[in-house]
């Protein structure tokens, strides 16, 4: 290392070597002096001498600290994470902040010490407190991925846990750590089995995702050495109608059976293909296409199949069965298209943790909800590698390769169907899940096709009160010169309030932004009698905008009747519509 342009020798022992990494810890002046130095590239290249060949380094940046691996060469297990923080800088050592107690404390608990493992980064160098000044370039990706493979690879480590997105793609070059996490992979370059999970500092961050966290590592504290044992499935996707007899007869034997559906709306909507599953190792897919068929008569006697197989009186399980039994009911024309569903993946997972629906990627809440999904109970309870990209429309897929992705859904929910149930009477659940869940998925779907009759006088007269409410409302915020037209300015509101009324400011808790939102009126109205009549003025605007939006007419199906989506796996147990 370099402190104020002189050299210091310490102790920097590589794993790969045989000891144990350690470091002196530099003096409160030389971590001055060094954060304002340049590391030299020679520098860089010289740490990595002793793997005996030449190293391509990507160009310095500001403050390039470094802080090196610690742990054995031989330790069952390898972290790797982004890059040091302040703390790690401090005591020259890799995750010993709060990222690393944090990690220390999970893997205590499953019996697992700091010493069994072997702790790197994806970059070594430190780049400042705040993440976000971590940006390598591509060139510098492609450089550090090399070199984190070369480091790896001289050691003789079983497991390798990336941990973050950027220790998934150095590794891996696959995206997203929210889809891959749980996954297992084997490296045969590296001769061992990659499982990634989410970095520590994002579950600090959002503690609703520790328990994903603590399942990953669950599974990477009790994986063995060797090759990873993964689902062996053989998928049938190119199904003839003698094929479909056959499946048919052979479902007296069977108790249950998965099923899954693809889906289209362009260019009209339709069912492109239904996969069954007997048995989480097997699955048919039939296709429903007249391209596949060849005729419209070949085609109705695979429909005919179909619908005997989804009646036949073994019991169903599906995932979000809302959306299949909708589409079956829309193509027959009926309420009731399955027989005996009585088992739905994620009505079972939402019993056992009804926990939030909040979207991982996008922050948004969405139908269904991500942490019931498909993808995260077969990360939670198959060893099924993480497969949903596969089926992705952004570029349609081969009809191959959607029918291979229908299957594989169709025996990954088979799969799922056993441990849940397990979980359900371990926890004394079942009960409750088998008298309540059921019978509201079908009212639900009845509900969804049937839709609500209106009173269109109620209509009417519900729609003018709502617009003369929006019209006093609007003359109010105009007369204070807040323009409302469909909707109101914020920074004008914030104008008003805070620097013509001279108002305290309200921040949003999250952003710490300067809000006028609906919760920052109601602390203002509450304080400031002044406040009352601008922000009464735009509670009565707001709620007047939504009822208008709610009685639109064209909401309303032909028959005069409106129909929704529904949604009962909310984390309170409501009901959601859309």
Known sequence: QVCGGKPRLVKLGWPWIGESTTLSPLTKGERRELSMAKAPKKLLAALFDNLGEEVEVPPPRERGIIVPPEGYSDAPIAVVGES???????????????????????????????SCLYITNVCKEFH?????????????????ASELKRELAA?????????????????????????????????????????PTFHPAYCKRDPRQSAFFEADWRRIAAEPAGPPILPKRTLHIRPTIDDLAAFFASLDIWDCL?????????????????????????????????????????????????????????????????????WLAWEWSCSTPLRNWKWDTLAMHHCLDPATDRDLLTDKRK?????????????????????????????RPSDEALWLYCCTDAAVTRELLDPLKEELTKTGLLPFYLTAYPKRLTEL????????????LAWKSATERASSSLLEARGALESLGVIANKGISNKRLGELLYEEMALPEQRNRKTKRRSTDKTALKRLALKNESARSVTGAVE??????????????SALDSDGRLRSDFNPFAETGRLRSQ
């Not at 005591?91 to 019996?111: A, H």
């Not at 009565?540 to 007419?553: H, I, S, V």
């Open 84 to 114: 040091p923080g302040t703390e790690e800088v401090a005591l020259g050592r890799p995750f010993v902040g709060p990222s690393g107690r944090y990690l220390e404390r999970v893997i205590q608990r499953l019996g697992l010490e700091r």
């Open 128 to 144: 400042g407190s705040n993440s976000e000044s971590f940006k390598p370039t591509p060139s510098e990706k492609v450089a550090l």
């Open 155 to 195: 050691g003789k480590h079983s497991i390798i846990v990336p941990m973050g997105n950027t220790a998934l793609e150095a590794l891996t070059g696959k995206r997203s750590i929210t889809s891959w996490r749980g996954s297992i992979l084997w490296n045969a370059e590296l001769n061992a089995t990659i499982i």
């Open 258 to 326: 998965a099923l899954d559906i693809e889906t289209t709306l362009e260019p009209e909507p339709m069912i492109l293909c239904i996969a069954f599953s007997k048995r989480p190792d097997e699955a048919l897919c039939v296709p429903l296409t007249l391209a596949y068929w060849g005729s419209t008569k070949h085609l109705g006697e695979a429909w005919e199949w179909v619908r005997a197989i989804v009646e036949h009186s073994c019991e169903k399980v599906l995932q979000n069965g809302l959306y299949d039994s909708y």
């Open 367 to 395: 139908s269904g909800g991500p942490q019931h999904s498909l993808a995260v109970l077969g990360s939670l309870y198959t060893r099924e590698p993480y497969w949903k990209d596969k089926g992705r429309w952004g570029d």
């Open 445 to 456: 779907l009845k509900l969804s096709l049937t839709g609500l009759r209106l009173d269109p």
């Open 540 to 553: 009565r605007f707001r709620t007047a905008n939504k009822r208008l939006e709610f009685l639109d007419l």
